[in-house]
C-alpha cells in the first residue's frame, strides 16, 4: 500500500513540473528529458512513471481537471445549502479562467493540450471527451434552473451552455493583459444576471 501512495505522489510531482515547464516555456519544451530536469529526478525515473511524452501529459491533463474539480467542490460547499444555480455557475466559470496561480497553471496546461490534441488523434479522443463531460454538466445546471424557474421558460439550454463556456474565451484577453481580472468577472457576472432574469 505505501509503494502506491509513493507512486501516485511521484506522477503528481511529474505533472506539476511539466505544467511549470508549460507554463513558464510552452508546450514546445514538455519533453520528458525538461521536464525531468524540472522536477529535479533523472530522465529514466519520468520514463519509469510514463512510458512516453503522450502518456505524461495525458495524465498531467487529468490532474489538472482533478485539481480544478476539486476546488469548484469547494467553492460549492461554501454556498449554502442548496446553493442557487447561478452561484454555482460562477464557481464554475471562475475556475475555468486564469484568475489565481493555480486555475492560471492548469489554464495553461489545457490550452498547450488542446493544441496537442490537434496533431494526436488519441489525446484529441480524450480532450473531445473531457470537454463534452464538462459541458454536459454545465448544461444539466442550466436545464434544471430553467425547470425550477431560475431562468425563463423561452431560454434554449443548449445554446445558454454555449454562451456560458464562451466567456472562458475571455482567458486569452487576461493571460495578455488586455483586460484585468475583474473586467473578466464583471463580464461573467453581468452575463448570469441577464441569464437568470426570468421575464416570464
Known amino acids: 500500500m505505501p509503494k502506491q501512495v ?23 519544451h514538455a519533453s520528458v528529458r525538461e521536464v ?6 533523472s530522465h529514466g525515473a519520468v520514463q519509469h512513471y510514463f512510458a512516453n511524452r503522450e502518456e505524461m501529459l495525458v495524465f498531467a491533463m487529468d490532474f489538472a ?4 474539480s476539486r476546488r469548484v467542490a469547494e467553492g460549492v460547499r461554501e454556498l449554502g445549502d442548496p446553493p442557487h444555480p447561478r452561484d454555482v455557475l460562477r464557481v464554475m466559470l471562475a475556475e475555468m479562467l486564469p484568475l489565481h496561480p493555480d486555475a492560471r497553471a492548469t489554464s495553461r496546461m489545457s490550452a498547450a493540450y488542446v493544441l496537442e490534441a490537434l496533431h494526436d488523434a488519441n489525446i484529441r479522443t480524450r480532450a473531445r471527451d473531457g470537454l463534452a463531460h464538462g459541458r454536459g454538466l454545465v448544461e444539466r445546471i442550466v436545464r434544471q434552473a430553467i425547470a425550477d424557474g431560475h431562468i425563463g421558460p423561452d431560454r434554449d439550454p443548449a445554446t445558454e451552455t454555449n454562451l456560458l463556456l464562451a466567456l472562458t474565451g475571455l482567458t486569452p484577453l487576461i ?26
Open 6 to 28: 509513493d507512486h501516485r505522489e511521484r506522477r503528481e510531482t511529474i505533472a506539476r513540473a511539466l505544467w511549470r515547464v508549460v507554463e513558464q516555456r510552452g508546450i514546445a
Open 36 to 41: 525531468a530536469q524540472e522536477a529535479g529526478i
Open 65 to 68: 481537471s482533478e485539481r480544478t
Open 175 to 200: 493571460e495578455l493583459n488586455v483586460i484585468g481580472p475583474q473586467e473578466a468577472l464583471t463580464a461573467v457576472d453581468q452575463h448570469l444576471d441577464r441569464l437568470f432574469t426570468n421575464k416570464a
